[in-house]
């Protein structure tokens, strides 16, 4: 872990350096990466190099590629009619759960549907004097694909984050694509599927799920939007196949950062680094507090809690790779690196994070005050925990229920309005030299007289 003091530096651009994450096409592949892809294709091959053959051979096989894909990759062996789970199946699952897990489930989708539906846009429509009606029409997306991924447990939180914005904006297909564990899908992660509307689920992961949602087979069907987090791979293919489908976001690893002043407590700090630590190699804790005694007891918190953590073997790697802790000379300094590293997750965890948060121009999510721990946001809260990573917070947001529904302009003339507004489009166009559109709107002008 890196502990580093602005007063050692010149200038807040040198501290910059650790704050930056690599970008999706500057990620370095490891040995074991590569040794992976060459197990796969028969030769090492780039991760992009990875995600176009996949992509093209699912495209161009569709279902036996899809398979062959499932079996060198996910390391299952499975027959056409296989390749799906229906609702029967996942209706069943739903005894093979405990109560407790339906009661913290349900509690779960509730928050998140009341979150989702203050999201919602109408559409609207408005007329001027002469009787021009202008409006917008708000529809929802026909079929939508959610990517949970395999991780080490079932992601129940991810289906209920991608699935309920989706259905609250009225879509009529939700298809999730993740891949089996030990030959099957946790029947947690059926029961969640089941409850949140899901309406099948494709037995893949990584970018061949990506392909078959994105392009269609025999059995899977194509969607018009794909959403949900994944590894470096899922993400690429998700940026391939854009402009076929939309895609939420190009998301990173996960990250948090903990703005802290002299009030904040080590214990609660470095209990909500670890919990993103926690999730994989690669997330990112960090720190930016004004009091050096708050780093130091954070240092040694950070340690004593990790030894704790059944997760130790990750959290602990993660630390090492992306873990910061940074001391600033003034909050103004703090709130300034806080901004430019423009986190998935942050917390302020000052003595009057309202009075902070005015001043945060660059956050995910924001967590106010000691209470509001980041996995509450993870599973119960309600705001969607789908957010932009690696500093895409500058100008992207969470996943709300707007990213399922598209826009659509609607324009009704009269002859008044028409008489008015037509000479004007009519001197534009001529401008422009598009002399047909000038003729197109001056015809209709020329019949009123």
């Known amino acids: 872990m890196k502990i580093i003091n602005t007063k050692d530096y ?23 990466a590569a040794a992976r892809t060459k197990a796969i294709f028969g030769e090492v091959l780039t991760p992009e190099q990875s995600v176009e053959r996949i992509l093209k051979d699912v495209k161009l096989e569709g279902n036996t590629g899809l398979l062959r894909y499932i079996e060198r990759i996910d390391g299952v062996v499975l027959e056409e009619q296989d390749l799906l789970v229906g609702p029967l199946e996942m209706e069943a699952a739903m005894s093979k759960v405990s109560s407790e897990f339906l009661q913290s489930l349900n509690k779960a989708v509730e928050n998140v549907r009341a979150f989702h539906e203050r999201q919602r846009e109408n559409s609207w429509f408005t007329a001027d004097e002469n009787g021009v009606i202008l409006g917008q029409r708000v529809i929802p997306m026909d079929r939508v694909g959610i990517y949970v991924p395999g991780g080490n447990a079932p992601l129940i939180s991810t289906v209920v984050m991608s699935a309920i914005p989706a259905r609250t904006a009225g879509v009529r297909e939700i298809w999730m694509a993740t891949p089996l564990r030990d030959g099957v899908i946790d029947p947690h992660l059926l029961a969640a599927a089941h409850v949140c509307g899901v309406t099948g689920i494709v037995k893949a992961g990584g970018a061949h799920a990506v392909g078959a949602l994105a392009f269609g087979t025999a059995t899977v069907p194509s969607v018009d939007k794909i959403v949900g987090p994944g590894n470096l791979f899922v993400t690429l293919a998700k940026k391939m196949v854009y402009g076929r489908v939309g895609i939420e976001s190009l998301a990173g690893p996960s990250e948090v950062l ?40 954070t240092a040694v918190e950070l340690q004593r809690q990790l030894a704790q953590l059944a997760t130790k073997e990750i959290a602990e790697v993660s630390l090492e790779r992306w873990g910061l802790l940074v001391v600033a000379q003034s909050m103004d300094e703090a709130v300034e690196l806080t901004n430019i590293f423009a986190a998935e997750h942050l917390e302020l965890l000052v003595a009057d994070p309202w009075k902070i948060m005015g001043r945060i121009r660059h956050a995910g999510a ?19 925990h789908i957010l932009p990573t690696n500093g895409t917070a500058r100008f992207s947001s969470p996943l709300t229920t707007n990213d399922f529904v598209k826009k659509s302009s609607v324009l009704w003339f009269t002859e ?19 002399d047909a559109h000038a003729r197109a709107v001056q015809m209709r002008l020329d019949d009123l007289k």
């Not at 010149?10 to 074991?32: A, I």
């Not at 924001?366 to 969607?384: K, T, V, W």
């Open 10 to 32: 010149n200038s807040l651009h040198e501290v910059k350096q650790f704050l930056m994450r690599p970008h999706l096409d500057e990620v370095e592949v490891s040995p074991g």
């Open 366 to 384: 924001i967590f106010m005050g000691s209470l509001s721990s980041e996995p509450l946001g993870d599973y119960i809260a309600g705001p969607n």
């Open 416 to 434: 008044e309005g028409l008489a008015e507004s037509g000479p004007h489009a009519v001197n534009l166009a001529r401008l422009e030299g598009l």
């Open 258 to 297: 903990v703005l802290a002043d002299e009030t904040a407590s080590p214990k609660y700090i470095a209990a909500d680094m670890l919990s993103q630590a926690e999730h994989d190699w690669e997330a990112a804790s960090c720190l930016i507090t004004t009091s050096q005694r708050v780093a130091e007891e």
